[in-house]
C-alpha cells in the first residue's frame, strides 16, 4: 500500500461511514470491546489470513461480553452502490420503452 492510499484511509469507524464507505459482512470476533465507548471512535483495521487487506473495525456486541462484532468495510461501496442503482433504472427504463 503507498503512502497515498495511507493518507486518504479514514483512520476511525465514524470518519468511514462519513466517506461514504459501507458494511459488506460481519461475523463473530472472539474478544471483549466495551460498550462504554463511542462506536465512531473504533479504530479501523487492516485483515490478515484468508481476508487479507480487507478493512474492519471491531465493535461491541450486546449479546455476548465473550465475542464482539468484527465488522467489514468496502471503500468504493457508496460507487457501487450509485452504479447499481443506475443499472437497475436503465433496465426498468428499457422495460418500459418496450411496452
Sequence with gaps: MTNENMKSTP??????MAA?????????????????G???NAAIQIAGGSRKGDYFVL???WQST???IRQYLDPNGAEK?????DRIAKQQSAKN???
Excluded: Q
Design 81 to 85: 452502490l450509485k452504479n447499481e442503482r
Design 38 to 40: 463511542d462506536p465512531n
Design 59 to 61: 465493535l461491541p456486541s
Design 20 to 36: 461514504g464507505w459501507t458494511m459488506v459482512d460481519s461475523s463473530w470476533c472472539r474478544g471483549y470491546v466495551s460498550r462504554k
Design 11 to 16: 483512520k476511525t469507524y465514524g470518519e468511514a
Design 97 to 99: 420503452l418496450k411496452r
Design 66 to 68: 465473550s465475542y464482539c
